[in-house]
């Protein structure tokens, strides 16, 4: 059976405003800009917005005002430098942020998957998380007495993910690290990915079934200014010219037309 397919347009019509949206891709890979650059389009406001390791996805929603809260291990321009929107809302205190260790968020995402309201954990142990994360609670295992942190699922309405391809059944496959997107998909109400192209079906060896993908969307060069392994690398003049200039309400510096496939 064929996969749902839609536009970029369709996309932004699937969130609401105030929805908890899962941004796949880490650091400069894989971002599903195509899809937040829709989303800003389309006027999407408090947007809470889980990012594993964020760059300009998080700075594109910044500068658009669409973000009322963020959950994310870190975010960063990595060799282009410091994200400079981000820095602002961290010091000035305009959106809320919730920090993450990168296992923690994992685990969060987990327990969403597996329907039950927390999981147990060592990571986290031992360190200032638990005291400025409310969702990280050091307890003991009730069978060893130990303690762990017990980790409260966080849950997502819609995952957005970007893909270098998929079948016309709706696998995805991914050439390199999948980051959180296997964790994101399985914790979202809907998973919808943007692709580069249709690849010859091969379930074997298919990152994520298409029993994860609730619909398709053709995006062509839609990770950029992110890169999208092996299809093509980050553009980090883009990503410099953007550390050292982007403010708020420039969203064009971070958005490029994607023609349909």
Same mark, same amino acid.
């Given at each position: 059976?064929?996969?749902?397919?839609?536009?970029?347009?369709?996309?932004?019509?699937? !969130?609401?405003?105030?929805?908890?949206?899962?941004?796949?891709?880490?650091?400069?890979? =894989?971002?599903?800009?195509? $899809?937040?650059?829709?989303?800003?389009?389309?006027? &999407? =406001?408090?947007?809470?917005? %889980?990012? @594993?390791?964020?760059?300009? /996805?998080?700075?594109?929603?910044?500068?658009?005002?669409?973000?009322?809260?963020?959950?994310? $291990?870190? %975010?960063?321009? /990595?060799?282009? *430098?410091?994200?400079?929107?981000?820095?602002?809302?961290?010091?000035?205190?305009?959106?809320? @942020?919730?920090?993450?260790?990168?296992?923690?968020?994992?685990? $969060?995402?987990?327990?969403?998957?597996?329907?039950?309201?927390?999981?147990?954990?060592?990571?986290?142990?031992?360190?200032?998380?638990?005291?400025?994360?409310?969702?990280?609670?050091?307890?003991?295992?009730? @069978? +060893? *007495?130990?303690? !762990?942190?017990?980790?409260?699922?966080?849950?997502?309405?819609?995952?957005?993910?970007?893909?270098?391809?998929?079948?016309?059944?709706?696998?995805?496959?991914?050439?390199?690290?999948?980051?959180?997107?296997?964790?994101?998909?399985?914790?979202?109400?809907?998973?919808?990915?943007?692709?580069?192209?249709?690849?010859?079906?091969?379930?074997?060896?298919?990152?994520?079934?298409?029993?994860?993908?609730?619909?398709?969307?053709?995006?062509?060069?839609?990770?950029?200014?992110?890169?999208?392994?092996?299809?093509?690398?980050?553009?980090?003049?883009? !990503?410099?010219?953007?550390?050292?200039?982007?403010? &708020?309400?420039?969203?064009?510096?971070? +958005?490029?037309?994607?023609?349909? $496939?």
């Amino acid at each position: 059976m064929e996969m749902h397919r839609m536009g970029l347009e369709q996309l932004a019509d699937e !969130v609401g405003d105030g929805a908890v949206i899962g941004v796949g891709g880490a650091g400069l890979q =894989r971002k599903p800009m195509a $899809a937040l650059a829709a989303l800003v389009a389309a006027g &999407r =406001r408090d947007l809470k917005v %889980v990012s @594993f390791l964020g760059s300009v /996805d998080v700075e594109l929603l910044l500068a658009a005002d669409s973000v009322a809260e963020l959950h994310s $291990a870190g %975010v960063s321009l /990595d060799g282009g *430098g410091l994200a400079p929107l981000y820095r602002a809302a961290r010091q000035d205190g305009s959106i809320r @942020f919730h920090e993450w260790s990168e296992g923690t968020l994992l685990c $969060a995402l987990q327990a969403t998957a597996r329907g039950v309201p927390s999981l147990p954990t060592w990571m986290a142990l031992n360190t200032d998380l638990p005291k400025i994360n409310e969702r990280l609670r050091v307890g003991a295992d009730p @069978f +060893t *007495g130990d303690p !762990v942190v017990n980790v409260r699922g966080l849950a997502v309405d819609v995952a957005l993910l970007h893909v270098p391809g998929v079948d016309l059944e709706g696998n995805v496959y991914v050439d390199g690290d999948l980051a959180l997107d296997g964790a994101l998909a399985r914790a979202a109400d809907r998973t919808i990915v943007c692709y580069e192209q249709v690849v010859e079906a091969d379930p074997s060896r298919a990152a994520l079934s298409r029993l994860w993908v609730d619909a398709v969307v053709p995006a062509p060069e839609g990770a950029w200014p992110t890169g999208c392994h092996a299809r093509y690398g980050a553009d980090l003049d883009a !990503v410099v010219r953007w550390a050292s200039g982007g403010k &708020r309400g420039e969203v064009s510096l971070l +958005t490029r037309e994607s023609s349909p $496939a």
